[in-house]
């Protein structure tokens, strides 16, 4: 005769047998989804990376990865750099300084073309977004015939400090902290540029975004003498050579981002 009494003892050997398998698919889909993001992190220069990329990498849907990324999220091991645009980023084992990027051969021509074409001291800058404060850094400076200006502020600030930070914020399409930020980011948007002081008390800046396909990658700005921009007319020289710089790289960007196609 059956035993209608259920077995208290063969159901928890079973409960035992099937935590260690749930438990380790569990431990792995973490460091899938962990190793995902840090790859598309490194790969993309620090960028916050979209639920839809990391759930590709892990081998996940959608919801599964997400998910996993909001408990990563309570644990403090992951953040979202701008809330409710379902990007994520690493928020463990940050570098005190980051490391310079170092822009190609190709890159450093053009903006030495742009010094030359306006006169001003040209920089390119990158976007470092694993510190708990979005960073910009200058990684190339063509001075031409001007003196060399040192200055810590000019060569990592946070985003929002001035028009290099504030173009590749814009381009982001983060949520802004205000209503007038929002205002702000939006004006740059519509023009693709920004101006602004520059950390140099007498010079100002002119920047526009580089992209990457989709992705911002940097921004290329122009840092001429502030009482040179009283002139409309070389202002408005400054700023196209400017735009027509960004658009340049980003193509040249794009363009190396792209695979090639078999042969």
């Not at 708990?132 to 031409?144: F, M, N, S, V």
């Not at 173009?167 to 902290?177: E, I, K």
């Amino acid at each position: 005769m059956l035993n209608a009494i259920p077995d208290a003892g063969a159901s928890a050997r079973r409960s035992v047998r099937s935590a260690p398998a749930n438990t380790g698919r569990a431990a792995r889909r973490t460091a899938d989804v962990l190793r995902a993001l840090a790859e598309l992190q490194h790969a993309g220069r620090g960028r916050a990376v979209y639920l839809r990329e990391v759930a590709a990498a892990a081998g996940l849907d959608r919801g599964t990865a997400c998910r996993y990324l909001q408990a990563l999220i309570d644990t403090g091991m992951v953040r979202q750099p701008y809330p409710g645009k379902g990007t994520y980023a690493l928020n463990w084992h940050v570098p005190e300084a980051p490391a310079q990027a170092h822009p190609s051969q190709w890159m450093v021509a053009r903006l030495t073309r742009l010094q030359a074409q306006t006169g001003q001291i040209a920089l390119l800058f990158v976007p470092y977004l694993l510190s708990q404060q979005p960073l910009r850094l200058c990684t190339e400076t063509a001075w031409g015939t001007h003196e060399p200006v040192r200055h810590d502020d000019l060569d990592i600030a946070p985003l929002d400090a001035d028009a290099a930070g504030l173009v590749m914020r814009a381009a982001m399409q983060g949520r802004p902290r205000t209503r007038a930020h929002a205002t702000l980011l939006r004006q740059i948007r519509e023009t693709g540029y920004a101006t602004g002081p520059a950390p140099v008390e007498t010079h100002d800046l002119i920047a526009a975004p580089l992209m990457r396909e989709k992705s911002v990658a940097g921004a290329v700005a122009v840092m001429p003498v502030r009482h040179l921009m009283q002139s409309a007319r070389r202002r408005a020289d400054c700023i196209k050579a400017v735009l027509e710089t960004a658009g340049d790289m980003s193509g040249h960007l794009t363009g190396q981002a792209r695979p090639r196609a078999a042969v």
